[in-house]
């Protein structure tokens, strides 16, 4: 148990489907981040938050969307996905530019 | 690229003995992270080096890091069937962007 409950750990959808995927951390940290990571790829990072407010996205289709509510709690909405955005998406926060800790990940499948 | 590049891509080896993973880079960076990741599961955060320091130990775990060739190395000593993993470097260049490598798959033969 790191401290960051990622929600679900699976999930199926059509690639006409509406889903968000759910992160909260209760570490205290101050950044958020989504990474993405796909079969023999390198993690991608694809959104920073810090304090609530977006610091990087690193050229991010728009079809995933973030909102981050609050320095607890992140997510990343999906609509309309490709089959090749299926891959294990983490969420992790960190304390400044410091450690970061993951949650286990949501295994994305697009059909 | 900002991203390290970790060598080698795999590495099986028996109980006990010693693994290295070495990562590369190009760019100047704030501080070079560690983590393993079991296969399909979050990452885990095993040590953090910032740029004006060579060495670090946890355990037994221990990270070197050389700026001025761009390369760090991570030893794990006596290993355990239970150290496999994948094995990732990470680069913070600043702010809040810390970006992975492709990581070391590295098999412990019991």
């Known amino acids: 148990e790191t401290g960051v409950t990622q929600t679900p750990r699976h999930l199926v959808m059509g690639m006409t489907n509406k889903k968000s995927l759910k992160c909260e951390q209760h570490?205290?940290?101050?950044?958020m981040y989504w990474y993405k990571q796909s079969a023999k790829k390198p993690l991608e990072l694809m959104f920073v938050?810090?304090?609530?407010?977006?610091?990087e996205n690193n050229s991010v289709p728009s079809r995933f969307s973030p909102e981050c509510p609050n320095s607890s709690h992140l997510f990343l909405h999906l609509h309309t996905l490709q089959p090749e955005d299926s891959a294990l998406y983490l969420c992790?926060?960190?304390?400044?530019?410091?450690?970061?800790?993951f949650g286990q990940g949501t295994r994305l499948t697009v059909v | 690229s900002q991203q390290g590049e970790e060598d080698p891509q795999a590495l099986s080896i028996q109980e006990g003995e010693n693994a290295t993973m070495n990562c590369s880079y190009k760019?100047?960076?704030?501080?070079l992270q560690w983590y393993r990741q079991n296969s399909g599961r979050g990452l885990v955060h095993l040590i953090l080096?910032?740029?004006?320091?060579r060495e670090k130990h946890s355990g037994r775990l221990r990270v070197t890091l050389d700026t001025s060739k761009k390369s760090s190395s991570l030893l794990i000593t006596a290993s355990r069937a239970a150290d496999t993993a994948s094995y990732f470097c990470?680069?913070?260049?600043?702010?809040?962007?810390?970006?992975f490598g492709a990581g070391t798959r590295l098999f412990v033969k019991a």
């Open positions: 080096i910032r740029s004006n320091e």
């Open positions: 990470a680069l913070n260049t600043g702010g809040f962007k810390t970006i």
């Open positions: 992790a926060s960190s304390q400044e530019s410091y450690e970061a800790f």
């Open positions: 938050y810090n304090f609530k407010e977006q610091t």
């Open positions: 760019t100047s960076i704030n501080n």
């Open positions: 570490l205290g940290h101050n950044a």
